[in-house]
């Protein structure tokens, strides 16, 4: 689980260790990307998936709300599934269905 919301804790000790030790090196970032694909190209399935995150971001995850009761889904959800998944025209072979809403008593 990562931090609450409202969470005044920003400070992140790897990540100012890891610009400190780039810095000492300009060059040593450039390194580092190369090492990274040429291990991609040599077919390293870790060095691929970082690269493709880092290129065209993480996929969306998907969450499968196919077994859920049709009453227990929301209208957004409804409308999400009668039209095919898709809130505006676009390209798209992956259904997003957000999770129900909590009711409240």
Do not use: C, W, Y
Not at 59 to 79: S, W
Request: glycine residues 8%; without cysteine; aromatic residues 0%.
């Amino acid at each position: 689980m990562g931090r609450p919301i409202g969470s005044v804790n920003k400070e992140k000790p790897f990540n100012d260790a890891l610009r400190i030790a780039l810095r000492g090196d300009p060059l040593r970032l450039r390194r580092i990307a190369d090492k990274l694909a040429t291990l991609a190209e040599e077919g390293d399935l870790g060095a691929i998936r970082e690269l493709a995150d880092r290129l065209d971001g993480k996929p969306a995850q998907v969450i499968d709300r196919r077994g859920a009761p049709i009453d227990e889904l929301t209208d957004a959800q409804l409308h999400l599934i009668a039209s095919g998944g898709l809130s505006v025209p676009q390209k798209a072979s992956v259904l997003l269905i957000p999770p129900p809403a909590k009711v409240r008593d």
